[in-house]
């Protein structure tokens, strides 16, 4: 264990807003082993930074890791060459190039399809009826699962992102994670003779291109469904209820002053949908006064880097026209975020300008609270709105 000061958390209060806690840390033990989690937390974005760069110390490879032994061994949890590999094959489907060329206007007839089907005037939630669906269809196009239901992507994801969290070792939560890569597993089988006879742009259609073992093929469309489902849903509705719930930041990006992507990357800095990755101590290490010890467990805390407030003025306030070229929303180093461009143009190109012309007087409903909480992976749960145009 490291020989970091102890600071003890409410695990509950915790998920319900940790900014507070993480604020306290930052100024009081940026560096804080927590019991509650098991883990040395880093929560200053200057350390953070440096860690993540740090491959032959802070180890992406956590063999008795939740996602390596609930998901398969994915590329995010490989470091140097063995890592670098696997996202060369992926780069295909996921670069500027091909999200410009090929999937923008796709994702632009899923957001047009899903808004034909909301009556104007209705009450709806904004997460379940455009969001998630959204969401779902963009990630079934990039991975090739199109033989699947944007429910089985959301729920698949859900069960994942839930399973490789799940620090309290509930059993119903792994149970619900097996689900889900058995319900993943049995796609990718049902839809494999057909992209093998016509290999397209998706992740599975290239990754088989690529002649990566079948194992890896599996392990990384596991991951592209556990990170690109549930994230973009998330930083949808939640840029949506933060411009909503600021009249005068919508106003901004209305009159042009602003433009949607840097409303989306404020969001995305004020609440990181994913607020922290572990990684494994490879060899004993030293950062200021705290030692540290092989193997042990340390989280990289992003939802706290995004709000240093040596980086970040005013940084817990929502603010459009601030300049996020620090945040770390999308990773802070090798790992970097391999979704980032396609999430942009799903985003920032297609889900807020569409949504905003469509529906130009949206405004969230008052008959029913928003809910929103987590802090390894943070968001709205709902968004009550009114759909007026
Ligand atoms: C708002 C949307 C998204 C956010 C905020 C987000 C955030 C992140 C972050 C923080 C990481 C790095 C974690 C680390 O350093 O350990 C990451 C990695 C990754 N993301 Fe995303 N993500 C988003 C959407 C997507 C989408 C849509 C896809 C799939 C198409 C995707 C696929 C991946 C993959 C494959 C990795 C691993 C990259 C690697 O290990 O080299 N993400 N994401």
Redesign the pocket.
């Known amino acids: 264990m490291s020989t970091a000061p102890r600071i003890d958390i409410d695990p509950a209060a915790f998920w319900a807003d940790p900014y507070p806690m993480l604020a306290k840390m930052r100024q009081e033990a940026p560096i804080a082993f927590v019991p509650q989690l098991g883990s040395t937390l880093l929560t200053s974005r200057d350390d953070i930074s440096i860690s993540?760069k740090q491959i032959d110390v802070f180890s992406?490879h956590q063999p008795a890791g939740l996602m390596h032994r609930l998901m398969g061994h994915n590329?995010?949890r490989k470091d140097g060459e063995a890592?670098q590999a696997e996202?060369r094959a992926?780069f295909p489907t996921?670069s500027p190039k091909t999200v410009k060329a090929h999937w923008t206007a796709l994702f632009q007839a899923h957001a047009e399809r899903i808004i034909d089907a909301i009556a104007p005037g209705s009450r709806i939630d904004f997460m379940r009826d455009f969001a998630l669906p959204f969401s779902g269809e963009c990630?079934k196009s990039?991975t090739g699962l199109t033989n699947i239901g944007y429910q089985d992507m959301d729920a698949w994801s859900q069960g994942m992102i839930e399973g490789i969290a799940n620090y309290g070792d509930d059993p119903e939560v792994e149970a619900r994670c097996h689900a889900a890569t058995s319900g993943i597993d049995a796609a990718i089988d049902d839809i494999l003779p057909v992209m093998r006879k016509h290999p397209d742009q998706s992740?599975l259609g290239v990754l088989l291109a690529s002649g990566m073992a079948m194992e890896s093929v599996r392990a990384?469309v596991k991951?592209?469904i556990s990170?690109?489902q549930n994230?973009?849903r998330k930083?949808i509705a939640g840029t949506v209820w933060a411009l909503l719930s600021h009249p005068d930041q919508l106003a901004l990006v209305r009159s042009g002053e602003v433009s949607w992507l840097q409303a989306f990357e404020e969001y995305?800095r004020w609440i990181?949908?994913?607020g922290m990755?572990p990684r494994r101590i490879a060899k004993p290490w030293r950062i200021r006064d705290v030692s540290f010890e092989r193997d042990e467990r340390v989280f990289?805390m992003?939802g706290s880097a995004n709000r240093d407030e040596k980086h970040f003025e005013r940084a817990d306030v929502f603010d459009v026209r601030r300049d996020t070229s620090k945040s770390?929303?999308?990773?802070?180093?090798?790992?970097?975020?391999?979704?980032?461009f396609?999430?942009r143009a799903?985003?920032a190109e297609v889900a807020l300008p569409t949504l905003f012309a469509r529906a130009k007087n949206l405004e969230i409903a008052d008959d029913e609270p928003v809910r929103i909480g987590g802090w390894a992976f943070r968001g709205l749960q709902n968004l009550p709105v009114k759909w007026l145009q």
């Open positions: 993540e992406s590329m995010m890592h996202r992926m996921v990630l990039i992740i990384n991951l592209a990170g690109g994230e973009p930083a995305a990181s949908p994913i990755s990289l992003f770390v929303a999308f990773g802070a180093g090798p790992h970097f975020c391999a979704g980032a396609a999430s799903m985003i």
